[in-house]
């Protein structure tokens, strides 16, 4: 975990002298190509994982339980905060559609072609470049400042309600799946819809304490369960925010 902050801190650094450059705004497209080949990788990780095919439709109920009861906490904690809305939610679903894309055609690459090189280790390869890039956007931000600058107590509410009622309800979790601990179910629910880099993250960091294998089922449920969660944000906007503000 160290070495991922430590590459975005990097990133940052190197960004924040560029902010004034035209170039950087290429930095955008291309963290978009990164997290498009991360996930073709994840899915051909899982593709080549018979067992995880075999119980797909066991690891999805497990996720559907996670997402579920993280989306209802943090509704519940942001209930009287209010929220903006994205008129630009459609072109934000076309976005995760065409990244998923790439996720499910490395499954099926995975249980079509046998593949001669660690796909695990690549997987973090390209995670260090994807640090590196969202550090760089993150550090060239023009209005970092202002931003930062703008904030108050009342702003941070909403994201410290989202926070709190997301790892509160997820470690009901710990007591609906036996198979998976508080902690895990924490885990899974704390990736907050960024599928990309949360089941990236849980596997690497799980596979000492509980082996490779355990620790990529782990993953493939964080990866399942902020895939429902952001996509039911996504679409689901409208509602939520008719309903909860």
Known sequence: MFTFISIMAVGVLIGYPLR????????????????????????????????????LGY???????????????????????????????????????VTLAFFLFGCVAGVSYAVDFDVHQTSVYVLYVLMLLLGINLGSNRNLRQFVLSLNFRTLLVPLATVSG???????????????SIFDCMAVGSGFS??????????????PSIG??????????????????????????????????
């Open 59 to 97: 690891f999805c109920g497990q996720a559907a339980v996670i997402s579920s009861l993280s989306i209802l906490g943090s509704m519940m904690a942001s209930l009287q905060y209010t929220t903006s809305f994205s008129k630009e939610r459609g072109q934000a679903v076309k976005s995760s559609l």
């Open 166 to 180: 997301t790892l509160l309800f997820s470690a009901i979790g710990g007591f609906l799946l036996s198979r998976w």
């Open 194 to 207: 960024y599928y990309s880099v949360s089941s990236i993250l849980i596997t690497q960091i799980k596979s």
């Open 20 to 55: 004034h450059k035209s170039q950087v705004r290429k930095i955008t497209p291309l963290i978009h190509i990164v997290v498009c080949l991360l996930l073709f990788l994840l899915g051909l990780s899982i593709g080549l994982n018979r067992l995880i095919i075999d119980n």
């Open 212 to 245: 490779v294998q355990l620790a990529t089922e782990l993953g493939t449920i964080a990866l399942l369960s902020n895939i429902f969660r952001e996509m039911t944000a996504l679409i689901g906007a409208p509602l939520f925010r008719k309903y909860f503000g």
